[in-house]
């Protein structure tokens, strides 16, 4: 179980990690972006994916998996017409209907690339915890099978997924990502307890998913 | 569509003819699909995991695990009747949505669902009739109990029937 503390200093971490990414978005892209402020999810998995349009629809996802004092998931996930825009903002041409190429990726993969590294520094400075992430992986897919190996890492520990997920925002070219921090079950304690909310009803004990 | 029953992530239902059991966007999730042909009643279950002795808790949902998930749906379709002897199977998904070299088998987890769920299968003795398993792209799947059909719907992999 978690406190309404415990959950705002949640929400608080996830505001730092991606107003830093978000700063550096909008350098990237010269224009200004907004997010909103991070929800922290707690959901069974089958209803992850219905945040960025049901399972069925075709997204291109972004994974890196986070290693050092705390072990987790990011997930980054752009719709279809989003990650159009995007790839056509970048490199000035539209992807063919067949899927993006190898090219295409690239630019995507590094722009999730930048994005989660500004989220895990700006993490990592506040909390004082080391951090790093993995390269990233790409695919482009139906948004439930992307979700689903991150969730299944998750599973073990949980019968529902615990999220932080902020939503960036240009609105000029649409374009939009969902951005998932989805950190390990014993790294949420870790995280609570580097800004010093460790104190509520965590006991020593692993939550047990029926929050 | 009319007698379209939603199977979730980590969930497994069991319906009868003319249902039709709907699981939508596996990954490195497999589908089940339990048969009885006389009866024309079907289960299928959505599992998320290998195994239930890797659990971080011992009260968890047993829809997550293959060696569990299996074990309760064919209890479910022993309650309405059916003779666990004459059930078949058919399976889809497990597949590896993301490339990235990691020093541990976590990214092999939809390999490892696949073969949980086939050793699951075969040491309850029942007879996988056919598959569509691994590769790097999601799957929908929807598995009518009136033929015991099972198609299989992807993104720019086409669709198959087995």
């Known amino acids: 179980m978690f406190s309404d503390m415990e959950l705002d200093a949640l929400k608080e971490i996830g505001n730092i990690g991606a107003g830093n990414a978000a700063t550096a978005l909008s350098l990237l892209l010269s224009n200004k972006i907004n997010m909103n402020v991070p929800r922290v999810a707690i959901i069974s998995f089958d209803d992850v994916s219905n945040s960025v349009g049901g399972p069925e629809n075709l997204v291109a996802g972004i994974f890196m998996r986070i290693t050092g004092d705390i072990s987790g998931n990011i997930l980054i996930i752009i719709p279809k017409p989003n990650a159009y825009n995007l790839v056509n903002y970048l490199l000035k041409h539209q992807p063919g209907e067949a899927g993006f190429s190898a090219m295409e990726e690239s630019a995507l993969v590094e722009v999730g690339n930048i994005i989660a590294s500004s989220y895990i520094v700006a993490l990592s400075d506040f909390t004082k915890l080391s951090m790093k992430i993995s390269v990233p992986g790409f695919a482009y897919d139906m948004a439930g099978a992307i979700f689903s190996f991150p969730l299944s890492l998750y599973g073990y520990m949980g019968d529902t997924a615990f999220l932080i997920e902020t939503e960036f925002t240009e609105g000029i070219d649409d374009i939009n990502f969902h951005f998932f921090l989805i950190p390990d079950d014993e790294s949420l304690k870790v995280l609570l307890k580097a800004i010093g909310v460790s104190s509520f009803g965590w006991n020593g004990q692993s939550r047990n998913g029926g929050i | ?162």
């Open chain 2, 1 to 162: 569509m009319v007698g379209t029953v939603r199977v979730g992530m980590a969930e497994y239902k069991v319906a009868k003819s003319p249902a039709i059991l709907v699981s939508l966007g596996l990954g490195s999730c497999v589908g089940v699909a339990l048969y009885e042909p006389t009866k024309k009643i079907g289960g299928l279950a959505h599992v998320m995991l290998p195994d239930s002795s890797l659990s971080g808790k011992k009260d968890f949902n047993p829809g997550k695990f293959a060696d569990t998930a299996i074990d309760m749906m064919i209890q479910d379709m022993v309650k309405i009747g059916v003779d666990p002897k004459r059930l078949t199977g058919k399976i889809a998904g497990g597949a590896q949505m993301f490339q990235i070299k990691s020093d541990s088998s976590i990214m092999q987890i939809g390999r490892r669902n696949v073969e949980a769920v086939k050793s699951k299968l075969a040491l309850l003795n029942i007879k996988i009739l056919s598959e569509d398993v691994e590769g790097n792209y999601g799957r929908t799947i929807e598995f009518n109990c009136e033929t015991g059909e099972l198609t299989i719907r992807t993104i720019g992999h086409g669709i198959k029937k087995i």
